[in-house]
Structures are given as structure tokens and as C-alpha cells.
């Protein structure tokens, strides 16, 4: 019996430390399994073992580890918000401490996302089929557009609400907005501070953690989508503020937020002018003129000064009557 017991435990360890290896090679999302006999051993198992899947499962949960995807592409994990393996926006650009600059970092990352997924329906497409590469002229463009178009959302209400605030995109898109799209330093490089370089800087990141690889469209640098990408976009996909991004990027439903919004304004004065016109009537209600007792004692005083007029009528009548008889 504790022989059994012993190869039982035995072939728990091993899983256990076959799991740990497999994670750890999906903590290295440049690293392909074609490159490495062991990773490929490792998804392979993964796919066709159910028991192990549970071990790898269990694992990543207990280091705050998601598993998005395994295939023979690799393993593709997304860090809980415990993780110690979340990135911070510190490390993501760890040579600035301004806050701007983390804020249009992110501004930056969801749009590329929007970028290679330009409508809603494309996040349904197979992870399997190749989105077409991006370049820094149109992100730059889709930010342009996105700044522009919420200027025009926001003009009647220039002060950033506090819920905006804490998503961090009303005010994100105002410091992009008064950022020099190029701009060179003293030396003639680009300076990191503008919007071109960020994306740039953006663009590079991802293709470090395997998200892009670089190519070129008509001799300009450009970066074309992964698999990993398609995957962790579907995650991101999600959140509100890539939702907010994309509605307004869409433009049908931004123009409908913005229909809806002046048409909730109108509403809202025409409910203060009736509000007013009925405070001016009851004003003039307190006025008195005639009750309802006035009007019936007017009522009685036209009653009798018509039984008046009418023995008026009769006196003189009578009064002729005999002045003719006299005669």
C-alpha cells in the first residue's frame, strides 16, 4: 500500500514540476515551442491531458497567473491584479516619473487595440486569422480623431467629472491633445515627450513582451499583430475604458451619446420654463379679484335690478294708461 502511495505521490511531483516549467515558459512570451523540444513536450501534454491541465490550472491560479490560451503557438498568461507579476506603469516606462506620461501610455495602449480591431465585430474573428499591421501615422490619426471628437462631446462641459477622472481617459486625451505630435531635441532626436515617440515607445514595448513583430509598409516601420496579441486584446476588450474608446472611435454611437445629451439638455430647460410659467400663475392665482361668494351676490344685485326695470316699466305703463283715459 505505501508503494502505491509512494508512485502515486511520485507522479504528482513530477506533474507538479512539469506544470511549474510550463508556466515558466509562458513567462517568456518570445519563446516559441518549436525552439525548444521540452515547451513543445509540455503544450502538447497540456492539450491532451485533462489531469494535467488541472495541475497547471491549479499552479497558475495560486501565483495569480491566468491561463488565456496554450497552443502550439505557446502559452498565453494574463497576471491577476494581485500578481506579483502584474507590470506597473512604472515599469512599463521606468525612465519617467510623470504621471502624464503613464496616462498617455495607457491612452496609447488601448488604441493600438482599437487600431488592429477597428469594429466590435472583428473581436469575435478566429484568434487564428492575422490582422493586418499597424503603423505610428495611424494611431497617431486614431488619436487625433479620438481627441477631437471628445472635444466636441465635452465643450459644454469642460470641467472633467469625477467618474471620468478615475478612468483615467477625460483626462488622458487632454494631455494628448496639447502634446506636439514631433518635436526634436537640441541633439535632432525625437523627444520622448511627443505623441509620435510615445507611440513609437508603445509599440516597441509590445513587440518585447511577443505582442508584434516589426515589418514595414511602403518603407515605414510598421508592426504586425501575433496570435498572443489577438488573444490578450479579447481580454482587454473587456474593460470599460476600451469600450469607451471604441464607441467613440466607431462614431454611430458616439453621435447617438451626443444626440441623447442635447436632447436630455433641451428636456431639462423646456422642464424649467414650465416650471416657471406655472410658479408665475400660481403668483398671479394669490391675486384676489372675485370669489365665488362675490360672484353670487353680483348675481343677486343683477337680479334685483332687473325686478327693478321691470316695475319701472309697468309704473310708466300704467301712469300712460291713465293720463289717456283723463283725455
Known sequence: MSGESGSVMAILGEDVFRAARLLQWGLQPRVKPVQHVEYLELVREYINRADFREVVEEMSDGIGLYVLDVSEHGVVLSPREDSVFLLRSADFRPSSTRAEDRLLDGLVQVTIAATVFPRSRDLEDDIERPRPPVTIDEIEDQLRGLCDSLAILHRDDPDP???????????????????????????????????????????????????????????????????????????????????????????????????????????????????????????????????????????????????????????????????????
Open 161 to 327: 467629472k469625477s467618474h471620468d477622472l478615475n478612468e483615467g481617459l477625460d483626462e488622458a486625451w487632454r494631455v494628448y491633445q496639447n502634446r506636439y505630435a514631433a518635436k526634436e531635441t537640441k541633439d535632432r532626436r525625437r523627444s520622448k515627450g511627443s505623441t509620435r515617440r510615445i507611440i513609437e515607445y508603445g509599440l516597441d514595448k509590445l513587440k518585447d513582451f511577443g505582442c508584434f513583430v516589426e515589418c514595414k509598409v511602403e518603407k515605414k516601420r510598421a508592426w504586425q499583430p501575433t496570435r498572443r496579441y489577438n488573444v490578450l486584446v479579447q481580454e482587454l476588450a473587456a474593460s470599460r475604458l476600451f469600450s469607451q474608446v471604441k464607441r467613440v472611435l466607431e462614431g454611430d454611437e458616439w453621435l447617438d451619446e451626443r444626440e441623447e445629451k442635447e436632447a436630455s439638455q433641451r428636456e431639462e430647460r423646456h422642464a424649467r420654463s414650465r416650471e416657471k410659467a406655472r410658479a408665475e400663475a400660481t403668483e398671479l392665482e394669490d391675486v384676489p379679484i372675485f370669489d365665488d361668494e362675490d360672484f353670487d351676490a353680483e348675481d343677486d344685485f343683477d337680479e334685483e335690478f332687473d325686478a327693478e326695470d321691470d316695475f319701472d316699466e309697468a309704473f310708466d305703463e300704467e301712469v300712460s294708461d291713465d293720463i289717456e283715459d283723463d283725455d
